[in-house]
């Protein structure tokens, strides 16, 4: 069983940046495919960027538009998303995923291809 703690959520104002983190518990860290998703309440959840085993190949919403970047580092269990120029449209709740398969270009936007979930980091843009 994975565990998914996610961390670095805050208040930020605009044009700031954050870096949220998210760690794992378990073994074999790096055979997993990561992403991270976002909800704002009342709404869906939606997907902002992923990174694919196990090639790294990365993948993006289209309102990241350079802004967003996701890393991992194995040796810590540990997923980064790094936010810039954040803007009040990016207020939400951030939630990381994981799953051992590979991601593609017809699944990596899909909730349903990921098996674990964090319980979220509230992130909060202040105009």
């Known amino acids: 069983q994975v565990q998914l703690v996610e961390s670095g959520g805050g208040l930020v104002q605009a044009g700031g940046s954050l870096r949220l983190s998210c760690a794992a518990s378990?073994?074999?860290?790096?055979?997993?495919?990561l992403g991270w998703f976002r909800q704002v309440p009342g709404k869906e959840r939606e997907f902002v960027i992923a990174?694919?085993?196990?090639?790294?190949?990365?993948y993006y919403a289209d309102f990241v538009k350079g802004r967003f970047t996701i890393s991992r580092d194995n040796a810590k269990n540990t997923v980064y998303l790094q936010m810039n120029s954040l803007s009040p449209e990016d207020t939400a709740d951030y939630y990381c995923a994981s799953t051992q398969r590979p991601l593609h270009s017809r699944n990596y936007y899909r909730q349903s291809s990921y098996d674990y979930w964090g319980q979220g980091t509230q992130v909060t843009v202040s105009s």
């Open positions: 990174i694919s085993r196990p090639i790294g190949n990365t």
């Open positions: 378990g073994p074999n860290f790096s055979s997993y495919s």
